[in-house]
Every structure is written in C-alpha cells, then in structure tokens.
C-alpha cells in the first residue's frame, strides 16, 4: 500500500519519519553539467540516502535526439523506470545534490508527464537531509526489477513548432528561468548554441530566486506568489517554462503546482534547441 504524500514537496522530517516503509522508492537525480568534469553517478557512489538508487537524466532519455536529456519514448521511459525497482503503486521521492533540486525537479515532472502523480521531491535535497546529520550510506542499492506502466501525457510538454506558434498568437505566457546574463545574451549559454538571448516576449524569473540560499529549501508558497507576481506572471493563465536544457525550468514547475496551477509545461527543447535553429528569432535585454 503506497504512502499518502502531503503534497509535491516533503521535508526531511518527513522523510526520515517514513524511511523504512517498502513501498517508499528514493532516486538520487544528481545531475553535474560535463562542464564540472563530475557526474552524478560517482557522486552517487560516494554517499546517498539509505535505499536510494541513481536517476540519471541523460541515461532516461531520447538518444536518438542529439539535445540533452530529452523525454525519452513512453515505453523506454516505463522499461528503465521498472529497472530501477519502482512499480505503479509505489510512492517515490526526488532529491539531488544541486541546491533547489532542479534535477530532481525534471525527473519529478518526468514522472508526472509519464502518468504518475505519486512522487514528490525532498525539499532541501542532499544537502539539507546530510547537514541534518541524517543517515547515508555508499553501498550501491541493486533493486529487484519490477513491472512499471507509463502513459504519456503530451499538455504538460511543448516543442519546437509550437512554441513558434505561440509567437504570434501569445496564448501561453513564457518564463524563463536562466539568469538574467544568459537571458540577456551578454553571457554564453552551457550547451552549443548559434545565438544568444531570449525567446521573444518571454519573461525572465531565474530560478535561484526560489530557492532558500542557506538550506536549499523552496521558499514558501506566498514568497512564490509574490516573485511571479511581480514579474507580471498571472499564474491562472496558461504557462510554459523553458531554460537552457529543461532542467531549471522545473523549479518553476514545482512552484507553480505548489500555487495551484498544475498544468503548466516545460517547453523541452528549450535554449539548446531554440539557440541552435536557423530559423529562431533571438530577443535580447535593453
């Protein structure tokens, strides 16, 4: 019998209350841009939660598609997931080492796009859970595979011609959770691109600015309200995130169901696909 989630975040207090529950599933999603000359799979083997086992975004994803980490085939997605151990039914709980978790962030909504509401994200992360000197462990976890359904649901993801569309007819609000240098095109982004700056008419809300910088926690549901407020984001309106790779955005995401607007998408492609075409158009900050 699966966990009752309190909603799309748990704490560690909470995590830790329900650790030992068997039908609990915990991904470790460390995710390190190849930049870093570290991946999230030796991360993994160095400490991780007890029980854990290592998500890997660039391995669950489309390789017939030459963008990072792009939403692999339903059936893939279904295959991989069940050979980490996770079965419908089960409750599965995100985290990763990056501060706000935006790797864990993707694989939640991963999950949500693949038809799975049950999973939640451990606010805080590693970071939190580990400076609470809260149990690891290094040993690597080898799950038993198990039998998982996936259904694809395509509302929540937007791609390349329709956010084209979406130029003209503005029926959806873009935000985009870069920094305010890439966003301005006065810094090179982190994946190849032929141009720098924006998508035309989006919105910039860099997704640090939801993060608690001392705990790595989200911040609280009105500081949200209010940051998407202020960047005259009406969250009752139709959104779509994007970012560099449609790893950050995700942030947003979590933010806006945390707000009540679950239907929300990530446009998937985002910088790396938008900055690499040929016939983009390419805004740029004043």
Known sequence: MSIALPGPLVSTDWLAEHLADPSLKILDCTWLHESTNMDGRTQYRGRHLPGSVHFDIDHVADKSNPLPHMLPPVAEFAKKVGLLGVANGDTVIVYDRMCGGAAAARVWWMFRIFGYDNV??????????????????????????????AVFDPALVRDLPQMIANLSGKAEQVIDARGPAKFSGSQDDVFPVKKKGHIPGSINLPWGDFIVEETGALIPPEAMAARFAAAGVDIAKPITVTCASGTISCV???????????????????WAEWGLADDTPAAAAA
Do not use: C, H, Q
């Not at 979590?254 to 998408?265: P, R």
């Open 120 to 149: 939640a994200m451990l606010d805080g992360g590693f970071g939190k859970w580990t400076k609470e000197k809260r149990p690891a462990e290094m040993a690597p976890v080898r799950p038993d595979p198990k039998t998982f359904t």
């Open 252 to 270: 947003l995401l979590l933010a806006l169901f945390i707000l009540g607007n679950k239907s929300a998408a990530l446009y998937d492609g985002s």
